[in-house]
Nanobody
């Protein structure tokens, strides 16, 4: 089993920044050489959408068009933490943000982007509210 815990959400004004953290733990990590982590979000009344992900190699990343140039994903491999730096936040970024993990098998494997069914374990989410 793997556990994921998101943190860093909050209430901010338009144009401000937040950094979300996804802390990953669990005995299964001892048996996995590579994994990818995705960030997803769900706004009230809408479906969950993919925001960003990072693959085996930290240079293998994906961003939804709506966040390109504003959000940056990164990872602290030694501590199993994945970050989502969110800059220039907009009201449409208001949502509950979730992280999820998928097992990968090669050092250059890409993450699965917005394909939610590819991710094996999910966190409980953290709320981000952007006020205008």
């Amino acid at each position: 089993q793997v556990q994921l815990v998101e943190s860093g959400g909050g209430l901010v004004q338009v144009g401000e920044s937040l950094r979300l953290s996804c802390s990953i733990s669990g005995s299964a990590l001892n048996h996995v050489d590579y994994y990818g982590v995705g960030w997803f979000r769900q706004a009230p009344g809408k479906g969950r959408e993919g925001v960003s992900c990072i693959g085996s190699n930290d240079t293998n990343t994906y961003y939804a068009d709506s966040v390109k140039g504003r959000f940056t994903i990164s990872r602290d491999k030694s501590n199993h933490i994945v970050y989502l730096q969110m800059d220039d936040l907009k009201p449409e970024d208001t949502a509950t943000y979730y992280c999820a993990i998928e097992r990968l098998y090669r050092s250059d494997d890409m993450c699965s982007g917005a394909q939610q069914h590819e991710y094996d374990f999910w966190g409980q989410g953290t709320q981000v509210t952007v006020s205008s």
